[in-house]
């Protein structure tokens, strides 16, 4: 499939409906067409894998092109420069979360980004480290808890960044991990405990916020 195809289909599929909901959660895009992330899966299912096509998508700056992305791009295929460059144009937390979830987590650069992006200034590029991690913690199977462990502290200097979508990326991130396994599970809710009484007004949210799936966490146990 084509570009300019791969666009009119996305047009096709595009509802004043969806477009209003861009704005109900929060996610402002440049170049929105107002199509749901249903309808983009169904093409992107039509398209498969094509990463000439993702790249070429990219390009167009179009929010569900992006999104698209995701889903047909070839994680095999996608290096670290390119994850790098996609990361400095990140403009909403759809399109950051949808990435990384879909796609920049199953790379081999995607372990090397986290610590490199959570330095960021940025508030999309910064939230992207955590939204990657919370994703690997999710479906990196072959990862250990020490691998996780190693990032906590990573975690802790970005809990006083009071920018919402930077802090909320942080508690996912947190969350997730503290499923991992017993050990890292003890080791997160430590560290949420010690935020939750610190001075840092986002600090203390975030450790109440990952406290309250952490402790149903361990009760799950």
């Given at each position: 499939m084509q570009v300019n195809e791969a666009l009119e289909a996305l047009r096709a599929k595009a509802t004043p409906k969806d477009l209003a909901n861009l704005a109900r959660f929060g996610i402002t895009a440049?170049?929105?067409?107002?199509?749901?992330l249903a309808n983009i899966q169904a093409i992107a299912k039509k398209i498969g894998i094509d990463h000439e096509l993702a790249l070429a998508l990219w390009r167009t700056e179009?929010?569900?092109?992006?999104?698209?992305?995701?889903?047909?791009?070839?994680?095999?295929?996608?290096?670290?420069?390119?994850?790098?460059?996609?990361?400095?144009?990140?403009?909403?937390?759809?399109?950051?979360?949808?990435?990384?979830f879909k796609l920049f987590d199953r790379t081999q650069a995607a372990w090397t980004m986290v610590p490199k992006w959570a330095r960021?200034?940025?508030?999309y590029e910064r939230r992207?480290?955590?939204a990657l991690l919370a994703s690997l913690a999710g479906h990196d199977k072959r990862a250990t808890e020490e691998r996780f462990l190693d990032c906590?502290?990573?975690?802790?200097?970005?809990?006083?960044?009071?920018?919402?979508?930077?802090?909320?990326?942080?508690?996912?991130?947190?969350?997730?991990?503290?499923?991992?396994g017993p050990k890292l599970h003890q080791a997160c809710?430590?560290?949420?405990?010690?935020?939750?009484?610190?001075?840092?007004?986002?600090?203390?949210?975030?450790?109440?916020?990952?406290l309250r799936d952490l402790e149903k966490t361990k009760r799950i146990r």
């Open positions: 440049k170049n929105p067409l107002g199509v749901s179009i929010y569900e092109a992006r999104l698209l992305c995701a889903f047909i791009d070839d994680a095999g295929a996608v290096s670290a420069a390119q994850m790098d460059r996609w990361c400095r144009e990140f403009d909403n937390w759809g399109v950051v979360d949808t990435l990384c960021r200034k940025p508030e992207a480290a955590f906590l502290p990573l975690i802790e200097a970005a809990s006083t960044d009071e920018r919402n979508f930077v802090i909320k990326g942080v508690s996912w991130a947190l969350r997730r991990m503290g499923s991992r809710v430590k560290l949420a405990r010690e935020l939750a009484e610190s001075e840092s007004k986002s600090a203390r949210w975030l450790g109440r916020d990952a």
